[in-house]
């Protein structure tokens, strides 16, 4: 099938039949744009064989209306030159020359079945769609067991992890020898990029109409209960661009001049959707590649609306939040008094940690048509398992809810999964956002620890974190998250507890003693969620203790 074929929705683009070229040294790796970098034979830079024809307008932007994926094949007749490891510049590499596609802003490869292995390092550049620079080569990880954990009606697709490339309009990929001594480039059934366009962001909700303010939420423009008071940051897009309200610390966020930063236990802003760090709401900046500002076509009234048929806890009943952008901060108080910990013994207090406010599906615009309508759900939650994205940390936090939107559409419309696998996301600014549909406070069962995703709740700060230090912000939005959502089950963030294998790194079937509060690596061979963010996993669980009262 030609590649032509596989682009879907769009009309057809210009052949992309591979080629095969010799493999040169590898290139770096890094994420910073090239400026230097020379435009490829047929690049998109000049008219050529490798530019597409645009689709009509009228196309495009239906097409665009809530999103939109792009198909680039490498087909199979590619992939059967052997080749040889020797000194750089031998061997060779099958590629897919640099063209012309529509918009998009992350990228990944998928293929038929996940049993199969990519027997080569598959790397890619990216043109900006403003600045026409060329990205360095960068390369994509695979994800190996973990593309197959979801409980998809399907064959289990193997797949890479997604990479937020930012507004792009041009792609060239190769695939190169792994450095085995001998390496047949064969590549998987059905290998293809998939280019996803995350769509608009949904209409940002009128100031202090994010949720019905109940019995110890936030007042609009408040940090505290009560008292007015700095509604967050507002200021620069990019980040280390100047800010008006303080200093900002390395990954570009608010250092301590927020409520996002505010002492641990303190409610979060409001909801009231002002743009900056931990206040903001989601805003309607352009992100995504159609026409910023309008209403996400095709988004529901809220997550998990639809009758669940999943088995557990909570099946088939109306989510909390639905119908609302954001779930306010909740004071202790009120908290206790929302949600009752079933393990408390009469005549004690429980110890549960206060709400945080948290943007809902409805509020960074996810399609509800996309995923499976069918909910699942688990007995409780045990243990928090703790991400990190690993993909660019520079960007702006009003960008987090096209980033999502992204990573929703790759999971389910390209994996083939039922719906995001993480229960909850984390932006580099502190703001919490609802994953996985089901209702927030409800057992979801998630798709983010192969092996461990009965019983426990899967996290995901957006970002890389194996060198960069992960910012104050998110790490309290961390300790939050875990003492409301671990105390809803009556669980110690600072305890330990026992978890069945469903198989991947421990046998099927064997217990394994975990932290309440871990990292993926601890459940399964990766580095997630990067060095520095599993050095203050230590600080996570004693400050989300403290938080509960313990």
Not at 309 to 338: D, H, I, N, Y
Not at 521 to 546: F, N, Q, W
């Amino acid at each position: 099938m030609s590649a032509a074929a596989l682009l879907l929705p769009l009309a057809p683009l210009a052949s992309a039949a591979p080629s095969v070229e010799p493999a040169a040294a590898p290139a770096p790796t890094g994420s910073s744009p090239s400026s230097a970098s020379p435009p490829a034979p047929g690049s998109p830079s000049s008219p050529g064989a490798g530019a597409a024809r645009p689709a009509p307008r009228a196309e495009r932007a239906a097409d665009r209306a809530a999103g939109s994926t792009q198909s680039l094949a490498f087909p199979k007749a590619a992939s059967g030159a052997a080749t040889r490891h020797g000194s750089a510049g031998t061997g060779s590499a099958v590629r897919i020359p640099a063209r012309t596609v529509h918009r998009y802003a992350l990228l990944g490869a998928v293929w038929k079945h996940a049993d199969e292995a990519l027997r080569g390092r598959l790397q890619v550049r990216t043109r900006d769609a403003e600045t026409k620079r060329w990205s360095d080569w960068r390369e994509l990880t695979v994800h190996g067991d973990e593309s197959r954990q979801d409980d998809t009606d399907g064959p289990e697709r193997g797949a890479t992890a997604p990479l937020w490339v930012g507004l792009a309009d041009g792609i060239e990929a190769r695939v190169l020898p792994d450095g085995t001594t001998t390496v047949r480039l064969g590549l998987p059934d059905g290998f293809r990029l998939e280019l996803v366009d995350p769509g608009p962001d949904p209409a940002r909700p009128a100031p202090g109409r994010g949720a019905p303010a109940g019995p110890g939420s936030t007042r609009p423009e408040s940090g505290k209960p009560g008292k007015p008071g700095n509604a967050g940051h507002s200021g620069s897009t990019e980040e280390g661009a100047p800010d008006s309200t303080g200093p900002r610390d390395e990954n570009g966020s608010p250092d301590g001049t927020g409520p996002q930063n505010a002492e641990p236990g303190g409610t979060g802003s409001d909801g009231s959707g002002a743009e900056g760090s931990g206040a903001q709401g989601p805003g309607s900046d352009g992100t995504g590649t159609g026409d910023a500002g309008s209403e996400a076509a095709g988004t529901g009234d809220g997550a998990g609306q639809e009758a669940g048929t999943g088995a557990g806890k909570g099946a088939g009943t109306a989510a909390e939040g639905a119908g609302v952008s954001v779930l306010p901060a909740l004071s202790r108080e009120a908290t206790e008094a929302a949600y009752p910990v079933a393990s408390a013994r009469p005549g004690t207090k429980p110890h549960i940690g206060p709400r945080p406010r948290i943007v809902t599906r409805k509020g960074w615009g996810a399609n509800e048509k996309l995923r499976e309508s069918r909910l699942a759900y688990t007995k409780k939650v045990k243990a928090v398992f703790v991400h990190h994205t690993a993909m660019t940390n520079r960007y702006s936090c009003k960008r987090a809810p096209a980033m999502i939107r992204a990573m929703y559409r790759y999971h389910v419309k390209s994996m083939k999964w039922r719906d995001i696998g993480y229960n909850f996301l984390v932006d580099k600014c502190g703001t919490v956002y609802e994953g996985r549909a089901g209702g927030v406070a409800k057992p979801v069962m998630g798709a983010h620890t192969y092996g461990f995703n009965t019983n426990t709740m899967g996290v995901a700060v957006l970002g890389s974190y194996d060198r960069s230090r992960p910012s104050k912000a998110a790490v309290t939005a961390l300790s939050r998250l875990a003492a409301w959502k671990l105390g809803i089950s009556g669980v110690n963030p600072a305890a330990r507890t026992w978890l069945k294998s469903g198989g991947g790194k421990y046998k099927k079937g064997r217990k394994i003693r975990f932290h309440t509060v871990s990292g993926h690596k601890d459940g399964y061979v990766t580095e997630c969620p990067g060095a520095r963010l599993y050095g203050k996993l230590g600080t996570i669980r004693s400050t989300a203790a403290r938080l509960q009262g313990r």
